[in-house]
């Protein structure tokens, strides 16, 4: 969900990121079981730079599917309690999906959402693997080239579009000219 240890802490779970990256790793080399690994935003103590580290420790661990989720406000939960003192803004109707915390503003959780769009769309797909690592050293980081894809498709009115995978591989194309000229 995160490696923010003070949002583990808040959240009340005890997570051992180090032996999670050495199971990671194990598995990887097996080659054998298809790992899915999940990270929540709108946690408490978690901002933008804060969920930025844990997507980047995350995805390090090259699972075959990084979902990026966003934390409910479930009625009856533990966060439910905790709206007042988190801030947390969510949803009215079902799926009751964080808007804001006192960490996290909306116009950080629409990023966070481009950025899964474009995990979902080219990592998780698992057809632009080879292109996305040599993609990735033009930047910072992991987080820093699935944010700037997001922000490419914003500027080109192609966010919210269901596009054919040809589209996708020429979209990549073009996202990727435009930084690498």
């Known amino acids: ?9 808040a959240i009340r779970r005890k997570t ?8 990671t790793a ?3 080399r097996g080659r054998n079981v298809h790992q899915h690994l999940d990270l929540i935003a709108g946690l408490p103590h978690e901002d933008l730079d804060s969920f930025r580290r844990s997507f980047n420790d995350v995805y390090a661990m090259e699972p075959e599917q990084l979902q990026l989720g966003f934390l409910k406000v479930l009625k009856g939960s533990y966060m439910h309690d ?3 003192e988190y801030g947390l803004k969510y949803r009215g109707k079902a799926p009751y ?6 960490w996290l503003p909306y116009s950080d959780v ?9 995990v979902e769309v080219y990592y998780n797909s698992r057809q632009f693997l080879r292109t ?17 894809m997001a922000q490419y498709y914003d500027e080109q009115h192609l966010t919210g ?12 194309h073009d996202l990727i000219g435009q930084k690498v000229e």
């Open 161 to 172: 579009l269901n596009h054919s995978r040809l589209a996708r591989y020429e979209i990549f």
């Open 26 to 28: 194990r598995i990887n």
């Open 82 to 84: 905790m709206v007042e």
């Open 110 to 118: 629409l990023r966070l959402k481009g950025v899964e769009d474009m």
């Open 97 to 102: 999906e964080v808007l804001s915390t006192k």
């Open 16 to 23: 051992d990121l180090e032996e999670i990256q050495r199971i």
């Open 1 to 9: 969900q995160t490696t923010n240890v003070r949002t583990l802490v």
């Open 132 to 148: 996305l690592k040599l993609f990735e050293q033009e930047f910072e980081s992991a987080f820093a080239m699935y944010e700037y």
